[in-house]
Structures are given as structure tokens and as C-alpha cells.
């Protein structure tokens, strides 16, 4: 994979990470916790991608 498309996978994966946790930080504001499990569990799938794109 060139440089180029390897950094804006990168960047786009960053990105999502961010906005889910986000989402994961308001859904534990308002207490719904199985909504938290499945955020967390998308945001570390997200995060894996990442390191492994890196």
C-alpha cells in the first residue's frame, strides 16, 4: 500500500475511533449500558484496525 493511501486509512480510522468514543461517552452519561458494551466493543475493533494499519 503506498504512503498516501496507508495515512488516509489511518487518518479515517482515527477519525471514526474519535467520533465512537464520543458516542460511548454520552451513552454512559445517560446510563444505558448495553448500548456502552456495544460501543466499546466497536471502538476497540476500530482501535485494533488502527494499530494494525499503522
Sequence with gaps: MNALLKQNR???LSRLYDMKRK???QASQQGNS???QVLEAEAEAIFNALKSAR
Design 10 to 12: 489511518v487518518d479515517t
Design 23 to 25: 458516542q460511548l461517552a
Design 34 to 36: 448495553l448500548r456502552c
